[in-house]
């Protein structure tokens, strides 16, 4: 039986960045549901929540980019037949994440 060959992305080399990073949004959603419980100023709050939309869309940037240059680049350059589909599915992500 073949062992199954993992996969290799480029977000890879940077995981324990995206990972500080998601546990720091992680804790940044834990002090909103604290603010709440506190009954905190609807602005302060507010200001939070912008903050863990701007880090998580900071995040997602991220990994667009590093799929970009990896996943797509690597599929245009050595799987002609399937670049089109990498690009396509690159598009319907970024139409995804835009929203």
Request: charged share 35%; glycine share 6%.
């Amino acid at each position: 039986m073949a062992e199954e060959q993992k996969k290799v992305y480029l977000y890879q080399e940077h995981k324990d960045m995206l990972l500080k990073n998601l546990r720091k949004i992680e804790g940044q959603i834990r002090g909103v549901q604290k603010m709440i419980e506190d009954d905190r100023y609807c602005v302060d709050i507010l200001t939070q929540i912008a903050a863990i939309k701007a880090a998580t869309n900071k995040i997602g940037l991220t990994l667009l980019e590093y799929h970009t240059r990896g996943c797509v680049k690597k599929a245009i350059r050595e799987q002609a037949d399937e670049g089109e589909h990498y690009i396509q599915e690159l598009m319907e992500v970024m139409r995804i994440f835009t929203r």
